[in-house]
């Protein structure tokens, strides 16, 4: 690890996540409050952009910096759905079944996870007498 990577990462994940936050505003006006529309685009277009990514990096069109500010660094601050995404892709290659996995355990224990968070977030607070 170098600095150089550290900076394009950085730079990157700034650009991406400034663009999440520009592109879930501007379909937050056009959405419905029972679908989570802007994070569906968001996590769509983050697919779209870290398969060209991928494929351009395959076929030697783009740096191993270019890599790390476009799919690390961009992608990973717009979504890391897309990297999810190019995970299971990559694993079915390989192991459909390693895909497989990968695919429903990330789901389940990220909800799983999610779920301890708040609940242990809530227990806390109300142990120690937060109030909202």
């Not at 769509?44 to 799919?71: P, Q, R, W, Y």
């Not at 190019?86 to 779920?115: C, H, K, P, R, W």
Request: glycine share 12%; with cysteine; hydrophobic share 50%.
């Amino acid at each position: 690890m170098n600095i150089r990577a550290i900076i394009l990462v950085g730079v990157g994940g700034f650009i991406g996540s400034v663009g999440r936050y520009i592109v879930g505003n501007l379909i937050l006006t056009a959405g419905s409050k029972d679908f989570p529309l802007p994070t569906f685009v968001v996590n769509v277009l983050g697919c779209f952009f870290i398969g060209i990514i991928a494929e351009s990096a395959k076929f030697n069109k783009l740096t191993d910096n270019g890599v790390l500010f476009l799919a690390t660094g961009f992608c990973g601050g717009f979504t890391t759905f897309s990297s999810y995404m190019l995970d299971i892709l990559s694993t079915q290659e390989a192991n459909i079944s390693v895909s497989v996995l990968y695919g429903i355990l990330s789901i389940m224990a990220g909800y799983f996870f999610l779920f301890l968070g708040i609940k242990l977030t809530y227990l806390t607070l109300h142990y120690f007498g937060v109030q909202q």
